[in-house]
């Protein structure tokens, strides 16, 4: 069983490593993104920084065809972005009425501890149920439900 | 016919083996591009008359360069220097000097290529686009940051022209110009301008006639 639990928090780690490697990497795109719009931006006013009186190669044109791919990946990112810090910074009265997800390993876990339904869940049998593992531990199955709607 | 003109002055030195003395029509004012220059975000491009007056003098001084395969710009390769620039008409003519002894290669190419093949093309910078939505974008105010040595269907606008002097000569001015007209950025008018500065225009006026007549049955295919 506790062998069992370790395993489980061993999941959550990762998980949540990989969630934090995924919102710096996000973060990072929002920060170019924005770099970009400035760019775009300041481009708007009629200054251009550049201009050479040659034909464009396919070289370029090719080039200039995948930044503006890029661009256009980079602002549905950070849209993506936005959406996920909203998601974190405000939850919403509705979103009790959302769809409840935890990580599977969670649900494993508290389901082996007599917590099988998610609809309701007591602060007490909560409580009793995490006993078994470390105080990190328990924040972070905490922090999962709370996210997940779980607790509030 | 209206001129304006400003030059440099250089100290003459006979038989220079380095200077090779050139002429071109870099650019034509008031009139669009014949493609997209590079830079321009598919946006066709006037450069206004009174922008090229302004910015004459930031091309005095400025190196043309050139790239081995002639398509476009390296500005790590100067191959020499204008000194001359003219707004005549709607021709922005430049004139100046090749480093023929350290770029020989330049010089085979114009002495090799067919009459006319060769053209001429500007960088600009921090360049004013009256509106960046409009179809040809009108630039109002550009300094130029050098030129460059391509072949003529790889410029932007058209009717651009670069050719080498026949000889090795000391100075593009003559030793009867006016001392007055030949300081750095002095304003010549079109009764002084000396005929030396664009040897043999007139000469190669019929051949560009033909190349043009023979470039636009090309570019309408």
């Not at chain 1, 649900?107 to 470390?134: M, N, P, R």
């Not at chain 2, 004013?128 to 550009?142: G, I, P, Q, S, Y």
């Amino acid at each position: 069983m506790e062998s069992q639990t370790g395993e489980n928090m061993v999941a959550l780690t990762e998980t949540f490593a990989q969630m934090e490697a995924r919102i710096e990497a996000a973060a990072a795109l929002f920060e170019r993104a924005a770099t970009l719009f400035e760019e775009r931006g300041s481009s708007m006013t009629g200054e251009v920084q550049k201009i050479v009186a040659q034909v464009e190669t396919s070289r370029e044109v090719e080039l200039q065809r995948k930044l503006d791919a890029a661009e256009h990946e980079i602002a549905e990112l950070r849209a993506q972005v936005e959406a996920q810090l909203e998601a974190r910074t405000e939850p919403k009265p509705e979103a009790k009425s959302a769809r409840r997800t935890i990580p599977a390993s969670t649900a494993q876990f508290l389901a082996k501890q007599g917590i099988s339904t998610l609809e309701s869940v007591e602060a007490g049998a909560l409580d009793a149920a995490l006993t078994g593992l470390s105080l990190e531990q328990r924040i972070a199955v905490k922090a999962q439900l709370l996210r997940a709607g779980v607790v509030s | 016919m209206k001129l304006e003109a400003m030059a440099v002055m250089l100290p003459e030195v006979d038989g220079h083996p380095n200077r090779a003395p050139f002429t071109g029509v870099l650019t034509l004012v008031d009139e669009p591009s014949t493609k997209p220059p590079s830079g321009a975000r598919g946006h066709r491009v006037i450069l206004t008359r009174a922008a090229a007056l302004t910015a004459l003098p930031s091309l005095l001084g400025m190196a043309v360069d050139y790239a081995p395969s002639w398509d476009g710009h390296d500005a790590r390769r100067k191959c020499g220097i204008i000194t001359h620039a003219d707004v005549e008409g709607s021709r922005l003519s430049v004139a100046g000097y090749l480093f023929a002894k350290d770029f020989p290669e330049v010089e085979r190419q114009m002495r090799q290529c067919a009459p006319g093949a060769m053209g001429m093309s500007w960088e600009l910078a921090d360049a004013h686009v009256e509106d960046m939505r409009a179809e040809v974008w009108t630039l109002t105010r550009a300094t130029f940051t050098g030129a460059a040595i391509l072949l003529r269907e790889k410029a932007a606008y058209r009717n651009t022209a670069f050719e080498l002097g026949g000889t090795r000569c000391r100075s593009i001015l003559p030793r009867t110009a006016p001392r007055e007209s030949v300081h750095a950025g002095a304003p010549r008018s079109l009764g002084t301008r000396p005929r030396v500065a664009f040897p043999g225009k007139d000469r190669n006026e019929g051949k560009e006639t033909t190349w043009n007549h023979r470039q636009a049955k090309t570019w309408s295919r």
